[in-house]
């Protein structure tokens, strides 16, 4: 048996049960936890100042040799907040809760604009979380530590950290139909391109309506993408279909689709439980993760298959509503109660995790407005005990202190509605189409 | 709870995704001409399979390792399989189910019937080294022994005389029994349990009754006081 212990090990086993902050601060983190996550002297900052209170370290490797991020204080790279053992952040606890708001209010604060990773610690638990652009999300589960696995949890999140995957991931479910999540899908994929200027890939997972690649005028695959996931060694590229548009009499290529194949919408669900996982296409995304900046996945309006593998696929599931309509609302609901913990417990890293819903396309007054918070109340009061953190993806902007519910919202505007006949997406046939989704994108995503 | 697992699921399964387990040691005759029959006659094979999951994208067969390694042999890429619990027990009733291993049954408190029929397969067994044993003098002596449920081994079944000696006779019992035997009571009074005790030991049970132990006295006479 190899007898020999690491400085990660030791400095856990030496930690008094109860230590405080500056305690596991100056005894596990400072000598042990930065060394082996790759940082050296002078690449840590404590107290850093993020426009936004201050974090307790930010991390940035040195470029160069004349390169000092102690000394210059620009672009840390990640940050991390340290709470001592008297303070539990085991998931799910208030003290948990409290410091996730806490990082990801020092990720998305004014001098945190390069910071890519955050973690949370108290010597008990840790967890890592990535943010892209304005999304922040866990891509650990929050993992308690001992002097048996420290080496190992260290060293995935050092490898994570040092190989970023550049695209985001967003599934748009809703198990209502009708709400737009195609709609939704294409103009949030021509904003993110026009406005973001990012490379974007979205995915027709819906093969029974279709209706992304008809509206986009795309053929339908026949059994190439149902190849590609269920087959080794697959090419993904043939499933791959530019979306572009005429523009001064030269095709303008503005994002890439994978439309809806044939195969999924002919074959039965029992054979393709036969030759897929529901992680399926989660894995098989891996290989391209580094040529896009958004991979969007238009979802069925259902629990089965296809929703499933692209929840699980996804980093983050962006759920349109209608503020008019109650089961869209109790849908969502029921999304983030239920179906993506499920997925949240098959992958066992943290994710995916719900974005707050919004409310589309609808004209709404504020009488609507009040009703439909009513009706929102509702089903929090009905899932309190249970889910007690529901409240935050109906009422993000809602702390102890403000009574602000506001919800974002896409106002109605018949262009948008009519694009389809158009087969272009409405954000770039119209400027007021385009501004709507443009403050979508900045809402949720873009920094 | 509606569950997301494939577990209970038949999937067809890439080959290389699939570790042997305990492998086979089925001839490397039927393996080939299973694999040729499988070949010609139909590319799907209808016995599926039993794996269990170990990891991401990575199985294990927990029985009918033979489909197994007809699949191997017959070259195919993905094989049908049945998805079973990750456990122990799991994979312990799948090798019995699958004719792979022989179930066991508790000597310890097996009643006769189960004996006879036990002692019986094992005599019939091609080979079998309890050949030209008397099959009914076995099954008596083993059920009658007032001992049987205290027994930690087997051996105690060398000194019934029914013509099960150490070696492989005792051995080829193994296959069909195991033991959970129960504790000694605290006071043994059966001469007969008492006999397999050596005479320090019945000392001291004597000691502990608080019975008066004439110094010459020998295992008989020991067994003798203990058991009056």
New interface residues.
Partial sequence: MNMTTTKLQDALRSLPTDAKEPIVDLNFVVPCVFEALGFAQGEFYPQYVTGDGSVDYALRKNIDENDNFICTGTQPYLLMELKGRDINIAPDSTGYNSVVKQLKRYLLASNCHSAQWGIITNSIHIQLFRKHGKVVFPVTACLEINPDNVDEVIDSFREKIANPSKALTVAVYNNKGGVGKTTTTVNLASVLHRAGHKKVLVIDLDPNQQDLTNSLDLSLLDGKFYTFLSE?DANLQSCIAKYSINYKNRDVDFFDVIPADKEFAEGDETKF???L???SLR?KLECIKSDYDYILIDSPPNWRIFS?MAICAADVILIPTKHNNIFSLENAALAIKKFVP??Q??RGDGGPVPLPVFFNGEKITPFQELEAQKAIDEILRKSKSENPNLRQYFYPKETKVSKNREIFSIPSYANIANAAFARIPAAYRDKTANSYYTELAKEYFLQ | ??????VG????L?M?EIEPGEGTDTPEFLINATAKLLNQKEERNWVPVIVKEIG??QYEVIGNTFVYAVAEAAGLERVWCIIAEPTDSAAEVAKVLAGEAIPQINLSAATRDEIAAALKYLVDQPGSPLKGIKLAVAINRIEEDPGRKYWKTLSPITKLKCGITAGKKLDALKQVFYLAPEPYPDVITEPAILETFTATELKAMAKKRELAVPKSAKKPDLVKLLSA
């Fill in positions: 080794k439980r036969q030759y996982r529901i992680d894995q499933q499920e997925i417990r098959l | 709870m509606k569950t997301l697992t494939d699921n038949l999937m067809c890439h290389d991401k994208n």
